[in-house]
């Protein structure tokens, strides 16, 4: 063990034989001994005479029956070289961990069963703004207020009852940067010897970038990047919790559909930033209207909802609309300039009207447009007729689009004359429908159809090339000439193939331009205006002309009369039919315009003789109405005598 023999060793002190460290820790033992009787467990490195070191631990035991301060002392001493060196091990891996636990960004901690603290990490201490001196040793009691020390303690014993990971979301202030973060904190118990808990560790991680991110990916999920509103997906979600949430309580749920009205039209001549802004500030008014419980959500385009949960009374959901329709009241400011929308609401009930969160947003959308079919700039409670005009509608598109091969459509004419003498001069094409069970279909059920389906593309070509056909055949032996007006609609005449499907009818039936008028709408002045402009020229260098139907009910805006080549202004049947003065003032007041721009009038809807004399005496051009002749299919309308007279 001491690397000597015996004859080395006799006679020698402790200080002769080992070096003075080791042999200062041989003393202790045996004072220790000499003292108490016994010293256990000192251990003692004692290099060997080939360079090894080795460790003995030893055992000191006073002689027995020696008195105090007595000369012998028996030594147990074993060899712990193995054990030192695997101590050595652990040790080393320990401070490697320590070192790694001190780098990490985690806050790492431990502790035992009472709470007190065993270890941290520096980012430990830098959260909490204390050395590890001041935390190791101490609970949670003494290092944080009382509130804040029962939380954490009652995290901790969970985490222990639970026997495995208990994770926790907490917002705190860190020490050092002052900045509120969120920490994601992980405890775990800590299992000894014989499976028995003999701790805490806890892990906590600073989350508030990856919290950001949740949040940010949430609101792109079910919040509308424009407006900022809750989007389709979390609207449905709200409804149909609030419908769970009212079953007991005997109120009912509303929802509200609103649209803007005529926001294209803003859209396509202001520009779609103008549009947008226009769609956050009607956002805002909507928020303003309604209650705080309330969800405004916009689903699509200019399309928004509104959930009303907790409605006792039906009235509380009219004067909603009413206060939101009134915020349209004032003028938006797009682009410096001040422009005046309304829009339309349409109003469903849960439970009375359905308990299907789909068929309830359906029924509200089918009670807005009909807000809009009754004049726009008001709102319309649900109705079960509304689902039977629905159904109506959707058997009317789908007859409609078997029309055609059916055989079922026919071009009317109406004759159109000069008041002077009653010759006819000229016809207006008009589209009639005869079903094979409905009969007679009214033009005003089926027309709006074919423009919102877009089969009205199908259809206007084939009117387009009856109508020229038509016109061919009555100019053929005619020295007068017979001019057949076919109405165009605003979706006809801004598909980029409609001088091309001109070119082809004409060609195709032999007609010749001159013998075709295209009606249009004022409407279709405002809309596309520079495209507008273009296509009607080439219209007019092509030989048609062009006639603004139902002049004096849209826009009216004379420098369109100027600016865009017309021919013809047909006047508003209401007009004509009207004994209001003021009516009678502005036929004239047309008359004299028309006659300044060098175009011709046509009045529509003339019914009686007094009509006729009235625009005669006031020097109008031409008439049709039934007066002189209801609208006849071809075949009767060709046997018509040349001058009518009622």
């Known amino acids: 063990m001491l690397a000597a023999t015996k004859q080395q060793l006799l006679g020698k002190t402790v200080n002769d034989v080992l070096p003075p460290e080791d042999a200062a820790a041989a003393l202790r033992a045996v004072r220790e001994a000499d003292e108490k009787g016994v010293s256990d467990c000192h251990i003692i490195r004692i290099v060997q005479q080939d360079g090894e070191p080795r460790w003995f631990e030893h055992h000191v035991a006073k002689k027995a029956g ?11 001493s074993r060899d712990v070289t193995e054990r030192k060196l695997g101590e050595h091990i652990l040790d080393e891996a320990r401070t490697r961990l320590l070192t790694v636990l001190q780098t990490i960004p985690d806050m790492v901690w431990m502790k035992d069963m009472e709470g007190a603290y065993l270890l941290c990490n520096h980012a430990f201490e830098r959260l909490i703004g204390r ?3 001041e935390i190791v040793g101490k609970t949670d009691f003494d290092l944080f207020d009382a509130d804040v020390a029962r939380l954490l303690r009652e995290r901790e014993l969970a985490a222990i009852r639970a026997g495995g990971v208990v994770i926790n979301e907490k917002w705190v202030t860190h020490h050092d940067s002052g900045q509120r973060i969120l920490l994601e904190t992980r405890k775990v118990p800590i299992i000894g010897a014989g499976g028995k808990t003999t701790g805490v560790l806890g892990v906590a991680r600073d989350i508030t970038e990856l919290n950001a991110s949740r949040e940010k990916i949430h609101r792109m999920a079910f919040y509308d990047s424009l407006t900022d509103l ?10 149909r919790q609030a419908m769970a949430g009212v ?26 930033p103008v549009g947008d802004e226009l769609l956050c500030q009607a956002a805002r008014r909507f928020q303003a209207s309604v209650r705080s419980a309330d969800t405004v959500a916009r689903l699509s385009g200019d399309e928004f909802a509104i959930l009303l949960p907790d409605i006792r009374k039906t009235n509380e959901l009219a004067d909603i609309a ?9 003028p938006f400011v ?17 439970p009375d009207h359905s308990t299907d969160a789909n068929d309830l947003v359906k029924y509200a959308d089918s009670a807005m447009y009909l807000a809009k079919r009754l004049g726009r700039g008001g709102f319309q409670f649900y109705s079960r007729q509304l689902t039977a005009d629905a159904q109506h509608r959707l058997m009317l598109e789908s007859e409609l689009r078997r029309a055609i091969e059916r055989c079922e459509l026919e071009v009317y004419y109406q004759p159109k004359v000069l008041v002077e003498n009653g010759m006819i001069v000229g016809s207006e094409a008009l589209l009639r429908w005869h079903h094979g069970k409905m009969g007679m279909v009214p033009p005003v059920q089926f027309i709006p159809i074919a423009e919102d389906t877009g089969l009205i593309a199908d259809l206007g070509r084939w009117v387009f090339r009856e109508a020229c056909r ?11 000439s017979h001019k057949v007006a076919i109405n165009v609609s605003s979706r006809q005449f801004q598909r980029s193939d409609l001088l091309e499907m001109v070119t082809e009818s004409l060609n195709e039936t032999g007609c010749r331009p001159e013998w075709i008028e295209i009606e ?52 508003d049947r209401s007009f004509i039919s009207s004994d209001d003065k003021r009516s009678a003032e502005l036929v004239k007041a047309i008359l004299s315009i028309a006659r300044c721009l060098g175009q011709g009038v046509v009045a529509e809807g003339v019914e009686t003789a007094e009509q006729a004399a009235f625009l005669r005496a006031n020097g109008c051009d031409a008439a049709q109405g039934f007066f002189y002749s209801k609208p006849l299919p071809k075949a009767e309308f060709v046997k018509l005598p040349q001058f009518l007279s009622a």
């Open 520 to 571: 249009i709408t004022e409407s279709l002045l405002l809309d596309q205006q520079y495209e507008t402009l273009a296509t009607l020229c080439a219209l007019r260098t092509k030989g048609i002309s062009i006639a603004i139907d139902d002049f004096g009910t849209g826009y009216s805006a004379l420098n369109y009369l100027a600016r865009f080549p017309i021919d013809t202004l047909k006047i």
């Open 131 to 133: 050395p590890a001196s």
């Open 230 to 239: 809750p989007n389709r997906e979390l609207f449905y979600e709200r409804l």
């Open 322 to 330: 009413t206060r939101m329709l009134k915020t349209f009241d004032e």
């Open 66 to 76: 020696s008195e105090t301060s007595a000369p012998t002392f028996l030594v147990l």
């Open 334 to 350: 797009l682009d410096g300039r001040e422009v005046f929308v309304s829009c339309s609401i349409g109003i469903a009930l849960y």
């Open 470 to 480: 038509t016109a061919a055949e009555l100019n053929a032996d005619s020295p007068a």
């Open 247 to 272: 079953e007991a309580h005997h109120q009912v749920v509303g929802v509200m559909m609103m649209d803007i009205d005529h926001f294209k039209a803003v859209n396509d001549t202001m520009g779609h």
